[in-house]
């Protein structure tokens, strides 16, 4: 490359040799047309455009982990651009190379929130055409990932909050148990706060808009408090998130001089609904979700949790939680699931 940009029948031709190496089976040369192609791309239509192939490449090249990195970008310049269609096929091209993977929960994931975006202007057969492969992928989880792992449980229908969607549930919910009263404790010193969490990008600007206020409830701040890059994650307000950077051996926002989250004491202070400054992932701890599946964070799952074992399980010391942000039917349909799990042998 000279570093003069591309003249627009450079650009067409390029593409044209991309298509016929790609359809020649030629995908590495293929795969290096495109690079070119993304450094030259001008706008968002272009760089989606050929993203969208790039993963497409890399898939036939059985670069899938590169693929998927790929396909994600599509869908974050879909979001910026605030183009549902994109944000659809993108999804529907992760739900495919999920299944190649045979992540089958992975897979309906990806075509149920492609369903769940389009909307009454598309051509109807995006919403069939997608529903037929989610169709399959459940039949697949049913007959094929089910009978050899009793642990996941389907639940009897979808359950969201924002773009939280719980459709299985992990059997260990019910069963693993730790010291669920965290500010009675006096031998962990905080010790699941020790890493920072993942938080969206719609919680952090709540955050930084009362930084000031925070300020007192917090540790002395020795820099930032978030990491400065976003990552694209479906399944989060706001579809980004980053990560809360820890200070020494605790998170950033533990209370000063006190135990516990400073956030969570701010808000109180304030008459604040915690739910609306405090991030989910601390909330929900210590289970976690993806891929439709409520399950266990993974201190929990090891059991390097400090306090796991004693106490009550992950499921009843975060039920109020999950009604909250689920709904009375979500945990009432879990407690019966939950006297299922304690009955069986």
Same mark, same amino acid.
């Given at each position: ?13 390029k ?38 192939f ?24 879909a ?22 993977e ?20 598309f ?50 919910i ?35 808009? !009362?930084? =000031?206020?925070?300020?007192? #409830?917090? %540790?002395?701040?020795?820099? *930032?408090?978030?990491?400065? &890059?976003? $990552? ?32 969570h ?53 975060? !039920?109020? =939680?999950?009604?909250?942000? #689920?709904? %009375?039917?979500?945990?009432? *349909?879990?407690?019966?699931? &939950?006297? $299922? ?5």
């Amino acid at each position: 490359m000279n570093g003069k940009a591309a003249l627009p029948n450079e650009i067409a031709s390029k593409s044209v040799k991309a298509l016929l190496k790609f359809s020649q089976g030629h995908y590495t040369e293929a795969e290096q047309l495109v690079l070119d192609l993304l450094r030259e791309a001008k706008d968002d239509a272009e760089r989606y455009s050929r993203y969208l192939f790039y993963g497409e490449i890399l898939v036939k090249l059985g670069r899938w982990e590169d693929a998927r990195g790929a396909l994600m970008h599509s869908a974050q310049i879909a979001l910026n651009g605030k183009n549902d269609r994109w944000l659809v096929l993108s999804h529907e091209k992760l739900g495919d190379l999920s299944v190649l993977e045979e992540d089958w929960f992975g897979a309906l994931h990806q075509y149920r929130y492609a369903l769940r975006k389009v909307s009454s202007d598309f051509d109807g057969s995006v919403a069939e055409r997608l529903a037929i492969k989610a169709n399959a992928v459940q039949s697949a989880i049913r007959s094929r990932v089910l009978p050899q792992d009793t642990s996941i449980i389907p639940l009897t229908r979808e359950y969201a909050s924002g773009n939280m969607v719980i459709s299985f549930v992990h059997r260990d919910i019910f069963l693993k148990t730790y010291f669920a009263r965290c500010l009675e404790c006096n031998f962990c010193h905080d010790w699941c706060c020790s890493f920072g969490a993942d938080v969206d990008i719609q919680n952090v600007e709540k955050i930084q808009q !009362r930084r =000031e206020e925070i300020l007192p #409830f917090v %540790r002395p701040p020795e820099g *930032e408090w978030f990491e400065a &890059e976003y $990552e694209y994650y479906e399944e989060y307000d706001g579809n980004q998130y980053t990560r809360i950077n820890p200070q020494g051996p605790r998170c950033v926002f533990i209370s000063k001089d006190q135990r516990g989250c400073g956030l969570h004491r701010y808000a109180l202070s304030k008459q604040m609904d915690y739910h609306e400054i405090k991030p989910l992932v601390c909330i929900l701890f210590p289970l976690s979700f993806g891929e439709g599946i409520l399950s266990l964070a993974p201190e929990l799952d090891d059991d390097s949790l400090i306090c796991s074992g004693s106490g009550c399980s992950a499921y009843q010391s975060i !039920r109020n =939680e999950l009604e909250y942000y #689920f709904g %009375r039917e979500f945990v009432e *349909e879990l407690d019966g699931v &939950e006297k $299922e799990v304690l009955s069986a042998p």
